[in-house]
């Protein structure tokens, strides 16, 4: 890679992490900043196996909520990789409020090549945040380098058939709903394979989609009733005034099956 693409990935993923850490992502996302919420970061937790004492790495934790409660609920060590400093910094704070500061760390860093320990980790996982990753290819290649044999790699993404995006998802709104560079189911088991992982479970959690949607609607209805009485601008009013019309398009995609929101869950072999 030349020093001109290495400036311009560095760019990416600053732009990137300063969107995620804008209220307008707290908004959309809500504090667990993925479809499901915890509930569903307690499930993939369970199909990974994690157990009591486990180090668990979670690359792109955002403000550190799946990191404390993986943690609290099952018991383990948990260390968060996370590119954007604010955020990292409101994962440290989370974790010290939780008082579970010995057991869940969090590290400035880039998830796509995580400044941890190689063969440490008994699992690993990441939520809705491969899809924005740029070489995917070397992000999961990373996470397998992390694990034990026999450790675990977790996945919750959301998932895209080819050519089925109108024009109009791009930019802001892709970026946040994570539709950007998304792969299909299939493209995801591909990847995961392709580093030598032997792929567990695959769980359809669409239907987490369609909730988000729904909410998103209901917070845009909200936000448009108070603009109009106060007379103040959001943080995007092209994407705000659209907004309904593309939600709209979205929930038929993930209801014909074209877009959706699964959980993958692989092991690293043990020889």
Known sequence: ??????????????????LYQSE??????????????????????????IQPGDWVA????????????VSRVFKCNVVGVEFGREAALEAHAAA???RLAERSHNVKG?????????????????????SLFQNKARAVAETVNLLKPGGRFGLSDVTVEPNCLPAEIDGTLGQLLCLTDAL???????????SGLQMLHQVDASIEGIK??????????????????????????EMLERGPELLTTLR?????????YWIFVAEKPTS
């Open 184 to 194: 299909t189911v299939q493209g995801y088991v591909d990847l995961m394979e392709a």
């Open 252 to 260: 038929g995609l993930v209801q014909e099956g074209q877009l959706g």
């Open 58 to 69: 979670d690359l792109a934790s955002a403000r550190g909520n799946s990191a404390v409660a």
């Open 24 to 49: 307008l992502a707290r908004m959309v996302m809500g504090d667990s900043m993925h479809p499901g919420g915890l509930a569903l970061t307690n499930q993939m937790g369970r199909l990974m196996g």
């Open 1 to 18: 890679m030349s020093s001109m693409d290495i400036l311009e990935e560095a760019k990416a993923k600053a732009c990137c992490a300063d």
């Open 110 to 130: 880039d998830a796509e090549s995580p400044p941890l320990r190689a063969g440490r980790f008994d699992s690993a996982f990441c939520e809705c945040a491969m």
């Open 96 to 98: 010290v409020n939780a």
């Open 212 to 237: 988000i949607l729904d909410a998103l609607e209901a917070k845009l209805g909200a936000f448009t009733a108070w603009q109009k009485m106060t007379g103040q601008q959001g943080p995007d009013p």
